[in-house]
């Protein structure tokens, strides 16, 4: 399973935190996608990482949880490629990853209309407008 975490460390406890994180087995089902410093303070870390036992999650409960705030969610699904195709505006490559997700032809056409019909707006508000009227209809 794929979680999203945000730290913030307990200045207090810093040292002991790094200490401790280097401290010991880490547990093979746990696997580290990132960890990102965020701006600002006071100072806050983003962790993306990947679970496969409850030993993983016991592991960054035990590793973060004691040494600050520790808020951790689960993520549903990993779309990136998705936004990815998006942002290089690449109908075909949107329609490829769809499918590899296992939509059928129908169900991609559908998402491809609404990308579509996006992309083709001259501007923002043309492109809400066709987004309302692919919805109603």
């Known amino acids: 399973m794929l979680y999203v975490s945000r730290f913030e ?14 401290q010991g087995e880490v547990p093979s089902g746990l696997q580290l996608h990132k960890w990102l410093y965020l701006a600002g ?23 973060f949880g004691g040494f600050g705030t520790l808020d ?4 549903t699904d990993d779309a990136t ?8 505006r690449d109908l075909d490559r949107f329609g490829r990853w769809m499918a590899a997700r296992g939509a059928d032809a129908d169900q991609t056409a559908h998402a491809l209309d609404v990308r579509r019909r996006g992309l083709e707006a001259p501007d923002q508000e043309s492109a809400a407008a066709a987004g309302r009227a692919w919805a109603g209809g």
């Not at 460390?9 to 280097?22: N, Q, Y």
């Not at 490629?81 to 290089?88: P, R, V």
């Open 41 to 63: 303070t006071p100072r806050r870390m983003l962790l993306v990482w990947e679970a496969s036992d409850a030993e993983a999650g016991a592991f960054v409960d035990r590793a």
């Open 72 to 75: 951790t969610e689960v993520a």
């Open 9 to 22: 460390p307990d200045e207090a406890r810093f040292a002991e935190f790094l200490a401790c994180l280097w």
């Open 81 to 88: 490629e998705g936004l990815s195709a998006a942002f290089a």
